[in-house]
């Protein structure tokens, strides 16, 4: 059964530096492996995808996701932490045998001035 | 391009009440899911349909909820008897196809007092 962990449930960085959010997951097929962001009170938001392609994959908003089939990680990274990024994180897998989008537990992302 | 619509966005009922939310996916997309958000937790996946099919409704509490997808569009979420467990986020998403990208809606926040 295909499955998605979050190591942490929440991440506190200063303004200006690196963000590693991780996730790692569990698929028996070759999966699809999305983040999602969801601000206080809003839906979620796209922020990129994996779906077979290059390994290292380019978001919106400077994010970027590896994809590393060896060690079944996807962790989430962006160079510069902005006090915008503050907001909830989802790693999301689907495989082709299930079609089902699960979800992780998801990351809090607190950034400080 | 249009986004997922949902409504209503708030609701409040008292217990053993019933509720109906809708939601009205992208044109075109195939794909429905409907998804249980309880907070401080990741989304929980309750049924998905493909077109008016149902894939998967493994994790939707049959004895109280129910969906349909008429005609292939458009979908309604109902809770009949509504309990206090039931107070989350419920949010509708659609996708292309199954495995690809889904887009969310602005979710209805269900309070059940």
């Known amino acids: 059964a295909q499955s998605v962990t979050q190591l942490d449930s929440h991440v506190s960085v200063s303004e200006g530096t690196p963000v590693l959010l991780r996730c790692n997951y569990s698929?028996?097929?070759?999966?699809?492996l999305f983040w999602y962001v969801q601000h206080p009170n809003k839906g979620l938001q796209l922020l990129l995808k994996?779906?077979?392609?290059?390994?290292l994959v380019k978001g919106i908003n400077g994010f970027e996701a590896e994809f590393k089939k060896s060690e079944t990680s996807f962790h989430l990274t962006k160079p510069s932490a902005h006090m915008s990024d503050a907001a909830e994180y989802f790693c999301?897998?689907?495989?082709?045998?299930?079609?089902?989008?699960?979800f992780g537990t998801g990351t809090r992302l607190q950034v400080f001035p | 391009e249009a986004g997922v619509a949902q409504s209503p966005r708030y609701k409040i009922i008292e217990k053993r009440q019933s509720v109906a939310f809708w939601c009205n996916p992208i044109?075109?997309?195939?794909?429905l899911y409907w998804y249980q958000q309880i907070l401080g937790q990741g989304p929980k996946l309750l049924i998905q349909?493909?077109?008016?099919?149902?894939?998967?409704d493994s994790q939707l509490p049959k004895d109280r909820f129910s969906a349909e997808r008429l005609k292939g569009v458009d979908s309604t979420l109902k809770i009949q008897p509504a309990k206090l467990e039931d107070s989350a986020v419920y949010l509708c998403?659609?996708?292309?196809?199954?495995?690809?990208?889904?887009?969310f809606g602005q979710g209805t926040r269900l309070t059940v007092v």
């Open positions: 994996y779906t077979s392609a290059a390994t």
């Open positions: 998403a659609s996708s292309q196809q199954p495995n690809t990208e889904a887009f």
């Open positions: 349909f493909q077109n008016n099919g149902v894939v998967d």
């Open positions: 999301v897998v689907s495989d082709y045998n299930t079609d089902k989008l699960i």
């Open positions: 044109s075109g997309h195939a794909t």
């Open positions: 698929s028996s097929y070759s999966p699809s």
